[in-house]
DNA sequence: CTCATTTACGTAAACGATTAAGTAAATCTT
DNA sequence: AAGATTTACTTAATCGTTTACGTAAATGAG
């Protein structure tokens, strides 16, 4: 590996003169950097980042913070796309990404602790047990953090519009005629609560009343328990007319259901998803969903953490929510 | 942060000691050694990585090459299940993982620079063009290679059992009575060439026929390239009884088409997917398909690139065949 | 009891970069 | 032209480890 001394050799100017040469700082001849420069690439040079990150504590090093509770996280589409727009949009701003696990080695390190070992500039927490001490420790250091879907007070936090979000799929599906609106939801985070909470509010502004049962619990992306919840919802005395499912995927359960009932999609029962995952717009009949903007959550989060870590002064925190896309498709059917 | 230098003047010992006392070099006395971690412990000191990296040259790093030609990669299923095993194994052997890409900050790097540039003890090249100059430059370079899904020559190479996977697919679809199996498979790479010399191989060894117009060329987890290959199949004077599809995932175009003409599966028409991905589990009926071993092939090659790393001397490089699983599922029917 | 060996620790250089402070020469000022 | 300033570089310290080597004391051998 060729290294600033080995420049500085072969130009006969001291390291420090070949620094400063290649940073681009001013007190060096234009001729003399230029010279450097040159050679500096003829010679192949690659600074050595361990070396840089000793002097100057910075490692130009992003951490994520990705817990796989269930081992299947990282398959989710939404967290895995999102994660690809960060990266992509950290590789652009000069930073790596590196994952932070809690059981590095034999040893068990706190998220904080293996942070501070592998020095990253800062952490995006994109998918973990927001409540658990680890995390929260980690949120309540000095390393930079932005959160996503998940607010910590005087934290920066990417925020998909999920009361927009279903503002819109309710909205949509009553201006089809819907009256009758049944909201299987996800397990209790602070998301499922955003989105039950705008459900209720969007059919109470438009006056669209909404029996007890017709607000289900299920698991996110598990269609066998958005299954379970369909059954139930059809077996009622007044059933829905429309059916809205917590996420895409777990729709799949939820249609399979509808099969063996022999109800037709649209025309019998009406769906819609959430996410706007690749699947969604490949079956038939194509899903009536939100879009989650992964693309820019994934490259605000970034900008953000990139901006609270060269900026530390003048970096605000603040919550930035990001808007869906109502993807209309055919599931929902126009009620004469 | 705590310093081995901080540890060395509370414990009135030189740094040097502190270093050889809590690496548990063996010229160190027991109570002082003891006395040393006790100390270190309670000052909450942890390594400096970057300290570490420029004196031994080992970062205890891992570099991912994943490249996401169509920017929908890290969402295939079968590659970031994959992702996901082996870094959990790597973080088990007390390694991190970093992306490795070729474009960071506004220079463009090749990947090997980018590699040296951070130093990664060894990298595994996941999914990428294996046939572009810079990904050859790695492999062709000094430092430790593993690569999935593709042999390159004198290098450790983990491959899904694409093969024996075929040849269980098309062994399982002829035990159930079919004879007219019809094949579609994905774009040109290493792993299609062996899945479609063993499809034939296959059949010639079961007295199958196969006439060319059953083989057909589509793309890897695209429905609609998938869904038009299944309408030139039925549209054949003598249509096959059981198409096999290049992946699940791309089976959800095939699927509409059957649908659409009103073919039910499998009583009208059979069906096969490859991978194993949730999605072909939760549907019904429930795909035939080969569940691959992200969690074997993942693990396999956090381990033989370790091992490549840790042990130059005696590791060597092969090639690791990882079988996958045959899921009979309900989509291929028993023909009397 | 002496000399050789082992044990337990310290000294100091090194890894490759950054940067404050110093300095000599060149340029400017009046 | 003498002093002040600017320009273009060098010196040297530093970041936190690791490790070859040195050394004094303790232990061993004969």
Redesign the pocket.
């Known amino acids: 590996?060729?290294?600033?001394?080995?420049?500085?050799i072969k130009?006969?100017?001291?390291?420090?003169?070949?620094?400063?040469?290649?940073?681009g700082?001013?007190?060096?001849?234009?001729?003399?950097?230029l010279h450097i420069r040159k050679v500096a690439k003829e010679m192949g040079?690659?600074?050595?980042a361990?070396?840089?990150?000793?002097?100057?504590?910075r490692t130009n090093n992003l951490g994520v913070l990705f817990v796989d509770n269930m081992r299947s996280d990282l398959m989710h589409e939404y967290f895995s796309s999102l994660l690809n727009s960060f990266k992509a949009e950290a590789e652009q701003n000069g930073y790596d990404v590196t994952f932070i696990s809690n059981n590095i080695g034999q040893s068990t390190m706190s998220f904080l602790e293996h942070c501070r070992y592998r020095a990253v500039d800062g952490v995006v927490i994109v998918c973990a047990d927001f409540n658990a001490p680890d995390v929260i420790e980690l949120v309540q250091s000095e390393i930079p953090v932005v959160t996503i879907d998940h607010v910590f007070n005087e934290k920066t936090a990417i925020l998909s519009n999920n009361v927009q979000s279903i503002r819109d799929l309710v909205t949509y599906i009553t201006e089809q005629g819907h009256t009758k609106i049944a909201f299987i939801h996800g397990e209790d985070t602070s998301v499922t609560q955003k989105r039950i909470a705008s459900f209720y509010r969007t059919c109470q502004d438009l006056g669209i009343n909404v029996p007890e049962a017709y607000v289900k619990s299920a698991l996110y992306h598990n269609p066998a328990s958005s299954a379970a919840a369909t059954r139930e919802l059809l077996s009622l005395p007044d059933p829905p007319t429309c059916i809205m499912y917590p996420d895409d995927f777990s729709f799949m359960g939820g249609r399979n259901v509808l099969d063996e009932m022999e109800l037709k999609i649209p025309e019998d029962i009406s769906v819609t998803g959430f996410d706007g995952i690749y699947l969604s717009q490949v079956i038939q009949p194509v899903l009536t969903t939100v879009r989650q903007d992964t693309l820019s959550i994934g490259r605000e989060a970034a900008n953000r953490l990139i901006d609270s870590i060269e900026n530390p002064k003048t970096a605000v925190a603040e919550q930035v929510v990001i808007d869906g896309k109502l993807l209309p498709g055919q599931s929902v059917r126009q009620v004469t």
Chains 1, 2 share one sequence.
Request: positive net charge.
């Open positions: 590996m060729v290294s600033m001394k080995d420049i500085s130009c006969g100017v001291s390291v420090a003169t070949v620094s400063k040469a290649l940073s700082q001013s007190d060096i001849g234009k001729k003399t950097a040079y690659l600074p050595n361990a070396a840089r990150a000793l002097k100057t504590n």
